[in-house]
């Protein structure tokens, strides 16, 4: 078996220690051979069971989204990163951020911090796509009127007492553009409200919005 030929055409995605095992199943010891792979350079660990391809391939490897709903789940990228993602906010955003149904966690890899904050059920699950990063590579991701919804909601410190309050927070503090809010869908944002966290100042975001 020629291990690299078979490790570039899965280096797009995260390679899970099961997948890992299938493809070295005609070893005698596969978790040897991993280990092996691994002190080769010819896969990285992210965490205990999840590797992606090292860079000694030369081939494509995971978008960070989709490696985000790998290392923790059920998750979805929000916030910061979705933001960052779709160009709406312009500062560079150095954590992978997530929303999940469980206990909040951070995952400091080789490849970067990844954060997990946790949201409570229905509410979690409203405002998700499943989104094509590339031909073969595909990770369940906020849509940008979540991502803001989700920062608002369970970031401490951030209440919106007013309009005004929330336009100073969006375009003062997020610095974001408001040909691009003016977009939001409203009328979704509106429909997560009965369930929201920080209902009161998600009510004030959306007047705000009304009236640009």
């Not at 849509?143 to 803001?148: I, Q």
Request: hydrophobic share 40%; charged share 25%.
């Amino acid at each position: 078996m020629d291990i690299h030929r078979a490790l570039r055409e899965i280096s797009n995605q995260p390679l899970t220690h099961q997948l890992l095992a299938s493809i070295l199943k005609d070893y005698k010891r596969p978790n040897d051979k991993i280990l092996s792979l691994k002190v080769d350079g010819l896969i990285e660990p992210i965490k205990k069971g999840l590797y992606i391809a090292g860079r000694s391939l030369g081939s494509e490897r995971p978008e960070r989204a989709v490696l985000a709903n790998h290392i923790f789940g059920p998750s979805y990228l929000s916030m910061d990163s979705l933001l960052a993602h779709h160009g709406l906010i312009p500062e560079k955003v150095f954590a992978v951020t997530s929303m999940t149904t469980k206990v909040s966690r951070k995952f400091q890899t080789n490849i970067g911090l990844y954060t997990y904050t946790k949201l409570p059920l229905p509410y979690y699950a409203f405002g998700l796509a499943t989104v094509s990063l590339s031909k073969y590579q595909q990770a369940i991701m906020a849509t940008p009127e979540k991502a803001l919804c989700d920062k608002i909601a369970t970031t401490a410190g951030i209440t919106l007492r007013s309009q005004s309050s929330a336009r100073d927070y969006i375009f003062g503090n997020l610095r974001m553009e408001e040909e691009d809010i003016a977009k939001f869908d409203l009328n979704a944002m509106i429909s997560w409200l009965e369930n929201a966290p920080k209902r009161k100042s998600l009510e004030m975001l959306i007047s705000m919005i009304e009236k640009i």
